[in-house]
């Protein structure tokens, strides 16, 4: 007898879609069956898609950023997360400079820990060029922490390294078994034109785009990834943006190095028009949304594998804190939410739309992800792993409204946007956590989990095939 048992879906394993009853015992998948399976708790998920549950690799909960501090903490996130279908997220414990890197985990632990419904892990993010940070890296991917990142455009805001310092990491975490993240800007295109749109006033909220254009992210993708080939390490470039650095990270790997591609929702569904609205600002994310171009090349990416796994870059404001920037486009905090919309907007327009299939929607959502971020556990619908499930009704439409999103802000940048695909269940280690629209987890309930990244990943990072 199951603790509970799926049945009648269309389940989606690495080896192909099958029809599978799915037997869950103790939190985890004991059974993929052809046959009819006992359970306690049956779940009929005939004419539905059963889905190893979404991994979000990027979201920033409570992230003190440009004098505010993001609109979700650890319970909202986690809640929105859930109702997309998301049961392991990754947050960003990214220590402010002075701070000691451990001791700030511990904090954002104790903030996670009593709050998240899902499970949850940390990336290590390092904003000061210091030997104690390099000396952490082997300690944290010891605590199951093997991913770091560096965020090399926000030298103003007190974050940025250099590339002296980032080329020493990738000494580092390639010695030690960990994975180097960067959030790749040009610092000095980015501050000089920052500098000359501030100096104009404010003028319009396309000025957002124009400090930022697309040739400042290339940039600094093709001198990371030559400095990334000089240590002989594994590259991974977080919320990738543009047709461009996606050409560099394609060559790149085609060349056989392991460069990891994160790509996002948003930047597949939305241009830089956006900032000519009159509430452009509230669009305001770095990078900035870019052209019709680059929504395309994105996808090719996802459909030929350059690109190896979706995140989200959640990191909302409400429109009052965006507003801080009403008079000067620099004061307004960059961040919008996104981890609820993740797995349903790429299986509408990926899965629904006939751009990929079932197989490469789990591999961009979860099986890459688990991978290449070292979640063992995760990331697939196989006996022994975690029963973190996903069922979705593909023919479900939704609008997507500020309303009945979960996130705490006030807005939200696809209202009225259709989709059309929505999981309708979330479980979570076996627990069901979201039942058609209804929270049933418990707060405090999701776990921290340990990370460890496999040397064949960082030497062949997973990326496409059955696309
Ligand atoms: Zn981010």
Redesign the pocket.
Same mark, same amino acid.
């Given at each position: 007898m199951y603790d509970l048992v799926i049945e009648k879906g269309k389940v989606v394993t690495p080896g192909g879609v099958e029809k599978y009853s799915i037997g869950i015992k103790g939190g985890s998948i004991a059974a993929l069956s052809k046959t009819k399976l006992q359970g306690k708790r049956v779940i009929d998920a005939s004419g539905k898609v059963v889905m190893p549950g979404a991994i979000d690799p !990027?979201v !920033?909960f409570a992230l003190p950023f440009q004098g505010a501090i993001s609109a979700d903490d650890y319970y909202d996130g986690s809640v929105a997360g859930a109702f997309g279908g998301v049961t392991t997220y990754i947050d960003?414990a990214i220590h402010a400079r002075g701070k000691d890197m451990l001791k700030h985990l511990k904090a954002r632990q104790k903030l996670a820990a009593p709050d998240s419904v899902i499970d949850y892990s940390f990336h290590a993010g390092f904003t000061e060029e210091c030997q104690k940070n390099l000396n952490y890296v082997k300690e944290l991917i010891d605590m199951g922490i093997p991913t770091f990142k560096l965020l090399l455009p926000y030298v103003r805001e007190g974050f940025a390294v250099g590339d002296g310092f980032m080329f020493r990491m990738l000494q580092e975490t390639k010695k030690h078994g960990g994975l180097l993240l960067i #959030?790749a800007e040009n610092a000095d295109l980015v501050m000089r034109f920052m500098d000359e749109e501030n100096a104009k006033g404010k003028v319009s909220w396309m000025q957002h785009y124009d400090s930022r254009p697309n040739f400042v992210e290339a940039t600094s993708i093709a001198t990371s990834i030559e400095l990334a080939k000089q240590a002989k390490a594994p590259l991974y470039v977080? #919320?990738l943006s543009t047709a461009e650095g996606l050409a560099h990270m394609h060559k790149a790997q085609s060349e056989g190095h392991p460069m990891i591609v994160e790509s996002c929702p948003q930047f597949l569904e939305f241009t830089n028009e956006k900032y000519n609205e009159k509430d452009g600002h509230k669009y305001y994310m770095t990078p900035p949304f870019r052209t019709k171009n680059d929504n395309r090349k994105l996808w090719e990416g996802i459909q030929n594998g350059s690109v190896n796994c979706m995140g989200t870059?959640h990191?909302p404001f409400t429109m009052k804190q965006k507003n801080q920037g009403k008079n000067l486009f620099s004061k307004v905090p960059n961040g919008v939410m996104g981890t609820e919309i993740m797995l349903p907007y790429m299986f509408s327009e990926g899965v629904n739309k006939g751009r990929i299939t079932l197989n490469r929607l789990a591999q961009l959502t979860s099986e890459n992800t688990a991978k290449i971020h070292g979640l063992q556990k995760k990331g697939s619908l196989e006996v022994g792993k975690d029963a973190d499930i996903v069922i979705i009704d593909p023919q479900l439409k939704k609008k997507i409204t500020a309303k009945n999103m979960h996130s705490a802000t006030d807005y939200t940048i696809y209202q009225g946007r259709e989709l059309k695909g929505w999981p309708i269940y979330t479980i979570s280690r076996g627990e069901v956590v979201v039942e058609k629209g209804k929270l049933k987890a418990e707060r405090g309930r999701g776990k921290f989990v340990e990370r460890r990244i496999s040397k064949e990943v960082l030497k062949n990072p997973p990326q496409g095939g059955l696309a």
């Open positions: !990027h !920033h960003f #959030h977080v #919320h870059d990191c």
